[in-house]
């Protein structure tokens, strides 16, 4: 009967994370952060306690089990004597609520309480085929505050993005924290300054219009105590003081609505102060490697080695360079050696103008 419940619980927690699957794949849904500044959550659950006193309801059972077997007056009435073992696993399906708040960007704060139940039962029968059942059942109304961080994207090469996250958890119990059994009830002594600490590992499966859907695995431990003894409730027991843990190890879905998103400004500003960050993070380029050529004189130069701006006209030495055609401008130059030139053809000049007339 049991196993059947744990079962349908596995399969529906299947179904739910198929259906945010399926809403992760959606382009317009992919997680990013998760963007609201203030929200409601529900988180369902699977719990594998750390009870460690299920072993005194199991040394009951077999205690009665062993005084029906001896009243049995013969092998016919000895079949009829049978047992159910309690299991030795104390798992359980609790159920947590509360307030989320994001003071900055990845820093949130929570506020929930929570619903914890497990029943166990077995059925005894006696050498008369009469069906003795007993039971007890944990249960527990642990209330906690939680910090969450996201872990940045730098540091996780599995994604570039704010999706897994820490959490840890202070706890308190509130009255109903007790354990009920056939024989008795066995109520916790609630503390004030908290019975416990938890922490977890997240990770954002799906963002959608406002709803974020995480993913927990973590750890806790919320040890309570009472005045009574397991004596009172549990044949056989222990006469001390009854101390008992309802933490354990839990695997969670966390269901969040955003009740007020961040500003959109301040949105903006975050995701500008994470591009600074990775410009920070590059090698600086180098903005004068190539420089634009600016022209300067030559200073000190000899009259031989002086050589004209590229933007002159050009120079007498022009025309007698290979490949060049020639053209109908007369190449004027101011260098020495063309002013050489023109003072030895002057002469020249002088005497065949009288052989012209």
């Known amino acids: 009967m049991r196993q059947a419940g744990f079962k349908s619980i596995l399969v529906l927690f299947a179904t739910l994370l198929l259906a945010t699957g ?3 794949d959606d382009e317009e849904s992919k997680p990013t952060r998760d963007l609201s500044r203030l929200s409601i959550f529900a988180q369902p659950s699977i719990s594998f306690l750390s009870f460690d006193q299920r072993k005194y309801f199991q040394n009951a059972i077999d205690t009665i089990y062993t005084e029906f077997k001896s009243q049995a ?5 000895s079949l009829y004597v049978a047992k159910q073992n309690f299991q ?4 359980c399906f609790p159920v947590t609520a509360g307030l989320q708040y994001q003071v900055m960007d990845g820093h949130f704060l929570s506020a929930g309480v929570g619903f914890i139940y497990d029943n166990e039962s077995v059925v005894l029968s006696d050498r008369k085929n009469k069906a003795h059942n007993y039971s007890y059942t944990i249960q527990g109304v642990p209330a906690f505050l939680e910090y969450r961080i996201a872990i940045p994207g730098n540091l996780i090469t599995l994604s570039n993005g704010g999706l897994f996250s820490v959490a840890v958890r202070w706890y308190w119990t509130l009255p109903g924290t007790e354990i009920y ?3 008795g009830k066995l109520e916790a002594d609630n503390k004030p300054w908290g019975a416990g600490f938890g922490v977890s590992l997240g990770y954002l499966i799906a963002s959608w219009n406002g709803l974020n859907v995480f993913g927990d695995i973590g ?3 919320i040890k ?5 003894s397991f004596a009172d409730i549990v044949p056989d027991g222990p006469t001390e003081k009854a101390k008992w843990d309802i933490g354990g190890l839990q695997l969670q879905i966390r269901m969040s609505f955003g009740l007020i998103k961040m500003p959109v400004a301040k949105l903006e500003d975050v995701v500008k102060s994470k591009d600074a960050k990775k410009v920070e993070g590059t090698a600086p380029t180098d903005t004068t490697a190539a420089p634009k050529p600016v022209e300067k004189p030559v200073e000190n130069v000899s009259p031989d080695e002086k050589v004209a701006p590229a933007s002159d006209a050009p120079t007498s030495d022009a025309p007698a360079a290979k490949g060049n055609a020639p053209t109908n401008e007369v190449p004027v130059s101011d260098t020495p050696a063309a002013e050489a030139a023109d003072n030895k053809t002057a002469p020249a000049a002088k005497e065949a103008q009288p052989k012209a007339e």
């Not at 309570?224 to 009574?228: D, G, L, Y």
Request: proline fraction near 0%.
């Open 224 to 228: 309570v105590e009472s005045k009574e």
């Open 88 to 91: 030795k696993v104390n798992f």
């Open 73 to 77: 007056v013969d092998a016919e009435e």
């Open 219 to 221: 750890f806790s431990t």
């Open 22 to 24: 399926a809403i992760a």
């Open 181 to 183: 059994t056939t024989w």
